[in-house]
């Protein structure tokens, strides 16, 4: 589909992008559908093979950068690969849709500067440092070394945000939802 577009949502853990994605998603009128990444991780939770992610072994995620695979790719944390499969784009192009993105910010970018014109990259964030780390704590699917390794992350991450093309501020869920899904409607149109 020549008119599908990338919209990228990118932000550190704990600042509530995944659930401002869920909700994106939802609303028909917007024509999306989640860019499901393939991960070298363990599963967590209620998470879904082929709805979260791909989860795949660390051999085959090396064979599909070898076989350059992958619109972009990265390791977010030691030993643990993500990525975005240029397979997974064309599905969703391919049914009309505009491909949407949960991923790491130094990812959001590379799909940003790949195809720059076709992608609204969203950089999402909470209105303090505490409150971030409030919410990693309160979703207790991490374990405490998890958390000091995402909020160590934070920092760098943070220090991206201007070069997105939009920062948004999750203070207010409902507001913030409501925020994305026009700026979406906007550039779609
Ligand atoms: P989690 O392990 O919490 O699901 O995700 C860890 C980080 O990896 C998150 O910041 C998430 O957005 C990011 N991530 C998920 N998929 C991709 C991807 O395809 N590429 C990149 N670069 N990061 C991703």
Redesign the pocket.
């Known amino acids: 589909m020549e008119k599908g577009k990338l919209i990228v949502f990118?932000?550190?853990?704990g600042s509530g992008?995944?659930t401002i994605v869920h909700h994106l998603l939802q609303q028909q009128d917007l024509h999306l559908d989640f860019?499901i990444?393939?991960?070298s991780?363990e599963k967590?939770g209620k998470e879904i093979d082929g709805k979260?992610?791909y989860f795949i072994s660390p051999e085959k995620f090396k064979k599909h950068i070898e076989e350059h695979e992958f619109v972009?790719?990265?390791e977010?944390?030691k030993g643990?690969f993500?990525?975005?499969l240029k397979s997974e784009v064309e599905r969703i192009w391919s049914e009309g849709k505009h491909a949407i993105?949960?991923?790491?910010?130094?990812?959001?970018l590379?799909i940003k500067e790949k195809f720059p014109e076709k992608t609204l990259a969203v950089f999402v964030k909470t209105p303090s440092k505490e409150i971030m780390e409030e919410r990693l704590r309160s979703r207790k699917t991490d374990s405490e070394e998890k958390i000091k390794e995402?909020l160590a992350k934070a920092d760098r991450e943070l220090s991206f945000a201007d070069k997105f093309d939009v920062i948004l501020v999750n203070d207010d869920l409902e507001k913030a939802q409501k925020e994305a899904a026009e700026m979406i409607t906007q550039f779609v149109s």
Do not use: L, Q
């Not at 990118?10 to 853990?13: E, L, R, T, V, Y």
């Not at 993105?101 to 959001?108: H, K, L, N, R, Y």
């Open positions: 990118s932000a550190p853990s992008k995944t860019s990444s393939a991960t991780r967590r979260d992610y972009e790719w990265e977010v944390y643990n993500y990525g975005t993105f949960d991923i790491d910010v130094v990812g959001g590379r995402r």
